[in-house]
């Protein structure tokens, strides 16, 4: 592994870092090839991951976002280019444990991506997000690939056409961020958040994660049988019983 993402097992939680703060984190295929190892390998050592940016971002986007290669690629040959970064955010969806993102700052392209895409995204009142893609001549439907499940028409096509700025309460309301904190409360808010989520045994978080990826997607009356039979078996399994002593 590089020195571009840091990696800290911390008991159950694995905190993984964008590790390139001058250039506000912006990622390089490599680092996100790095980070879907890192998310796809998560679930072997934690219960949770932590996924936060050094420094004053989170993540502005991909590092040299809009140079032309030197031979264009064919159609088929770019879907596989592009695969680096929609691996990257399947991993995160289908990870087996949730991912908290943390944006102290900004979160764009990219890196507004993947605060959407991960389960939980707790974000300082100084944080920013933008979908610019358009304005580098790029057609921003991967971003959008991730803002499928998670943000309104409506507010998915003003991020794109716009490509304006918008504040943390708004990219709360459009469904990327879970919830907006004063900077300076930020750190302590994600402490407080894991310890909380760590009081339930690892079954659990686990069956959450599978229920909050697949429910939403099931006709309402499979939802419901699939709670009803996720509850059963999660509820008298060993862990559980153990748990309640």
Do not use: W
């Not at 592994?1 to 390139?20: E, H, V, W």
């Not at 050592?45 to 030197?70: E, H, N, Q, Y």
């Amino acid at each position: 592994m590089s020195n571009d993402i840091l990696t800290k097992q911390d008991g159950p939680i694995l905190r993984i870092t964008l590790n390139q703060p001058e250039r506000g984190n912006a990622v390089t295929d490599d680092m996100v090839r790095e980070l879907t190892q890192l998310i796809g390998d998560a679930a072997k050592t934690s219960d949770i991951v932590v996924l936060r940016g050094a420094g004053k971002d989170f993540c502005v986007g991909r590092f040299g976002m809009g140079a032309r290669p030197a031979v264009e690629p064919t159609a088929y040959e770019r879907r596989n280019f592009s695969d680096v970064v929609f691996d990257a955010y399947g991993a995160m969806r289908n990870c087996p444990i949730p991912i908290v993102a943390v944006v102290q700052g900004g979160a764009h392209g990219f890196g507004c991506a993947i605060a959407a895409a991960c389960d939980i995204t707790l974000a300082s009142d100084k944080a920013s997000f933008s979908v610019p893609e358009m304005a580098h001549q790029i057609m921003p439907t991967m971003v959008m690939s991730s803002f499928v499940d998670r943000v309104p028409r409506k507010a998915m096509a003003y991020l794109v056409y716009s490509m304006f700025e918008v504040t943390p309460e708004r990219a709360l309301s459009y469904g990327i961020v879970s919830d907006v904190v004063p900077a300076a409360q930020l750190d302590a808010t994600v402490d407080k958040l894991t310890a909380a989520m760590l009081k339930a045994p690892s079954i659990s978080i686990r069956s959450a994660k599978e229920y909050v990826r697949t429910a939403p997607d099931m006709p309402v009356a499979g939802a419901v049988e699939y709670a009803r039979n996720l509850h059963a078996t999660i509820n008298s399994a060993a862990e559980i019983r153990k748990a309640r002593g």
